[in-house]
C-alpha cells in the first residue's frame, strides 16, 4: 500500500510552540503532500515535496522527507490558534496522479 | 484566488434514491475529481476525470457511481441508488495534471446523508 500514515492522531499544544507531525509510508513515491483540513471543510494544500528534494519551507512550515526512511515531517513553528486542524500527508508514485491519504494528525492549538 | 465550488453543501435523501452532487472546478484545468470521506475517516478516492472520460477509479466507484461533464463548466457525480453507506463528506478537486502541477484543489464539500 502507498497510503501514508501521520503520527500522532493528536496534538494538542500551546500558542507559540511549535507542532511537529510525521507521515511514514511503504513504497516509493514521486512525492509527498501536506494538507490541511479545518473541521467540516474541505482540503487545503500545503506543501509538495518531490522525492529527490530533503527539505522545503513555506512560511512557517517546514517539511522534510527522508527517503531512506519512508517519512516525512511537517514542523508548525510558533504555532497559533488558527493552525487548529486536522493535517494529512498524501503520496503518489508511479504514473498516478491521485494522492493516497493517511488519516490525519488532529491539531489543537490552545490561545 | 479561483477556487473549486460544489453544491449543494448539504444533501439529504432516502435511501434508494438517486442524487447528484454538483462541482464547478476551476476553469483553466484539465484533470477532475471525486473524493469521499466518511466521518471520523481518511479521504478516500473515487474517480478522475480527464478529457471527457475516466482516468482512473477506486473500487469504490462501481456501477451505481457515475460522473459527467455536462458543458464546460460543470462536474457531477451521479450516485443512482443510494445506501446507507454511501452517507459522507463528498469532496470535487481539480488541477492541471501532468508536469505542470501534481497540487490539488479541493472544493469545500457536500455532506451527503442518507437516511
Known amino acids: 500500500s502507498q497510503q501514508g500514515e501521520e503520527d500522532p492522531q493528536a496534538l494538542s499544544i500551546q500558542e507559540g510552540e511549535n507542532a511537529t507531525m510525521n507521515c511514514s509510508y511503504k513504497?516509493?513515491?514521486?512525492?509527498l503532500q501536506w494538507y490541511r483540513q479545518n473541521s467540516g471543510r474541505g482540503l487545503v494544500h500545503l506543501i509538495l515535496?518531490?522525492?529527490?528534494?530533503r527539505e522545503k519551507h513555506s512560511g512557517r512550515l517546514r517539511v522534510t522527507l527522508d527517503t531512506s526512511k519512508k517519512s516525512s515531517s511537517l514542523l508548525i513553528t510558533a504555532s497559533r490558534a488558527a493552525d487548529t486542524a486536522s493535517y494529512f500527508c498524501a503520496t503518489e508514485s508511479g504514473g498516478s496522479y491521485i494522492p493516497t491519504f493517511g488519516r490525519g494528525t488532529s491539531l489543537i492549538v490552545h490561545p | 484566488e479561483p477556487e473549486v465550488t460544489q453544491t449543494p453543501s448539504h444533501q439529504v435523501t432516502q435511501m434508494g434514491q438517486e442524487v447528484i452532487l454538483r462541482c464547478v472546478p476551476i476553469?483553466?484545468?484539465?484533470?477532475f475529481y471525486w473524493y469521499r470521506q466518511i466521518l471520523g475517516q481518511k479521504v478516500e478516492f473515487l474517480v478522475s476525470f480527464y478529457n471527457n472520460e475516466i482516468s482512473e477509479k477506486s473500487e469504490i466507484f462501481d456501477d451505481q457511481f457515475s460522473v459527467e461533464r455536462p458543458d464546460g463548466s460543470n462536474f457531477t457525480l451521479k450516485i443512482r441508488s443510494t445506501k446507507l453507506e454511501d452517507s459522507a463528506m463528498y469532496f470535487c478537486a481539480s488541477n492541471f495534471g501532468g508536469h505542470r502541477s501534481y497540487e490539488q484543489y479541493f472544493g469545500p464539500g457536500t455532506r451527503l446523508t442518507v437516511t
Open positions: 515535496i518531490r522525492s529527490n528534494e
Open positions: 513504497t516509493s513515491i514521486n512525492n
Open positions: 476553469s483553466n484545468h484539465l484533470y
